[in-house]
């Protein structure tokens, strides 16, 4: 195994030991951000330098390590604001030129956002609720537009507030406001910024789905009815054959867009759509097909299929 | 189950970028032109084709050079689909014998019928069909009951395959008899090289929806085939046959993902100005795209000899949806409602109904995803 290679399982590792299913459930029920002990373990991991150059102070991952990572946060579930600084936040920061030891250490903690409306004057900014005030904020404006900016200034006005899911700092928008100070990333790093941020989200929801098709294979094998486990009634069995169908070509499909956003292929922003497109779709009906096969249970708080279905969605709804 | 690893693509080199700019001068300088709407007519056009390509030196690139190849990787034949593709002529007439029967002989086959079958695949002067499906055996094949009983160096075959593709303008038949044991059981299952043309052979064809004989129905009585055309051992028939099901998967899919591209092309010009087709036509688009990619990653699995069993079949069910989407759309946006002809758009809505039935039905493939992936238990007999 690589060196690489054992970043990427050391995560996973992380990601399970730190949000395990209880903690999560507890954390939603709590509609709570998780606490400043639990993102310290990935701090001290140095898991926000992941995406960053080694000349930069990061640990400099190439895209492959990169979209596992993001595979593995998403079936773990890993709290949005964490998630969102690995892939977009801190290599913007390194990008724009600015010192990332505070960041990359969890002094200073990041928030993504991304510019909503057409108004060109007025950078309208969703920003994601934190564990802190948010030292730094990232703005991604476009495919090729990144501005590592400092802090936000909030407009007047009535504050929006829009939640998918409590409990992952996911999605809770704040009041719209400006960046106070802007540094702006090159454009060549920006547009791969931008590529890894949306393969990181396809990555993720892919993750979702990967973690309950898992589960629905084992509870399909486990659970019994009419004497004989559901896994041999054909329905069901059929029914988790079409979930690795989604699984297996996504599977097949991030490796690829992967390896043209390594190569930096003319094609990569044409396949990047189409893997967009179909699966952040598909992840979700896997989720949901989740649900299916565990029939009532799945239906239930602890199941917590509701997680993965809800990232997928939310996922897709980000961008 | 699948790993959070990511898998393999596959790569084109600059020798397979050599080979595609030889290719594409090649089908600039040699057009096969349209086909005939007459089958026969277009039979013997493809035939022609398919030798015109194996002269040039395209045709069984990843065969080993002992075989008449050029011992190419996966790679070099993906270039060969992918351009072809683009030609009006986009299947070779012999893609079974290259890509199916060819790896069975080429792995069980002895040396003697390595150089005495081989040879006439390539450029298509030998044209092969596969002989395994039966009227009391389609999905399950353990079912066979066409027997062969060996009298001195020859088995003696009686019995019926349905659903043969090509066996009307066939030489050869890669064909699955029982030579022991009773219907039910995959064991006792032999595959032989059958001569089309030895006495006893009746082939009837048989006419599908849309009215063209593609396959038919063959009938064997007492007829004749030398020990020597035996492929493996007698009894090893079932394996001999699987070990190479899947090989043919990934170049075959990608093959029709082409022609979906040329089918999605010509409906967006069609329809392509409607507001309400856009988003209709993306989601169609991205799939071919999903698609390709999953098809190079068998390809590049196949070709590191790491491909898992059943495997392909996720590629077979993601060509049926692809399939059945993309004519299914453009029949639907192309829909008048006072009228309902057979034309070409009709005529792929209904061909596209084979697809989640042709080797291998949806419903087996799941199954098979269930065992051999998934690891799904069976219910008890």
Known sequence: MSENQEVVELFADICRDTFDMPRLLELAERDDVPTAGQVKVFVDAGVLGLAVPEDLGGVGLGVNELTEIAMHAGENLLPWHLFAAIFGGVPAIAAAGDDVDDVIGGDVSVALAVRVGDRPSKPELLTWRTSTEPGRVVVIDGPETVDAAAGVEPLPGDTLRVGLEPGQGMLTIGAPAVPSTSAAVPEAAARRIVRIWRLALCAQAWGCANALLERSVAYAKEREQFGAPIATFQAVAHTLADMHVGVAAGLSALGRVSRLIDDGDAAVDRELASLESWLLTRSRRVCEQAVQVHGGTGFTWEQDSRGNWACTCSTAASW | ?381
């Open chain 2, 1 to 381: 189950m699948v790993t959070t690893v990511l898998r393999p693509t596959l790569r084109f080199d600059d020798a397979d970028e050599d080979v595609r700019a030889r290719l594409r001068r090649f089908i600039d300088d040699h057009d096969p032109g349209r086909p005939s709407a007459d089958f026969p007519e277009r039979v013997a056009q493809l035939r022609q084709w398919q030798a015109a390509l194996c002269a040039a030196g395209f045709i069984g690139m990843s065969w080993p050079e002992s075989d008449g190849g050029q011992g190419r990787g996966l790679s070099a034949e993906a270039v060969l689909c992918e351009e072809l593709g683009r030609t009006t002529m986009p299947e070779l007439i012999n893609r079974i014998a290259l890509y199916t029967v060819a790896p069975m002989i080429q792995q069980w086959g002895t040396p003697e019928q390595r150089s005495r079958l081989l040879p006439g695949m390539l450029d298509a002067s030998e044209i092969w069909c596969q002989g395994f499906s039966e009227p009391s055996a389609g999905s399950d094949l353990a079912g066979i009951r066409t027997r062969a009983r060996r009298d001195g160096d020859d088995w003696v075959i009686n019995g019926q395959k349905v659903w043969t593709s090509r066996a009307l303008w066939s030489k050869w038949c890669a064909l699955l008899v029982r030579t022991d044991g009773e219907p039910g059981s995959h064991k006792g299952l032999t595959l032989v090289a059958l001569d089309m043309g030895t006495p006893g052979v009746t082939v009837r064809p048989l006419y599908q929806m849309l009215h063209e004989a593609h396959f038919s129905e063959v009938f064997f009585d007492d007829v004749r085939v030398p020990h020597a055309n035996v492929i493996g051992e007698p009894g090893q028939g079932w394996r001999v046959a699987m070990s190479t099901m899947g090989f043919e998967r990934g170049l075959f899919v990608l093959e029709r993902q082409i022609g979906l591209r040329r089918r999605l092309a010509v409906l967006a010009e069609q329809v392509g100005e409607r507001p309400d087709a856009h988003v209709k036509l993306g989601e169609l688009a991205a799939m071919l795209e999903v698609l390709r990619a999953h098809t190079y990653r068998t390809l590049a699995e196949q070709d590191l000899g790491i491909l898992e069993p059943g495997s392909t079949s996720v590629d077979k069910l993601l060509l049926t949806e692809c399939y059945q989407a993309v004519c299914g759309e453009a029949f639907d946006l192309n829909s008048q409602p006072d009228r309902l002809f057979m034309d070409e758009i009709a005529h792929d809505l209904i061909e596209a109904r084979s697809v989640s039935i042709y080797s291998g039905s949806t419903e087996i493939q799941r199954n098979v995803i269930g065992s051999q992936i998934l690891g799904l238990p069976r219910r008890a007999k």
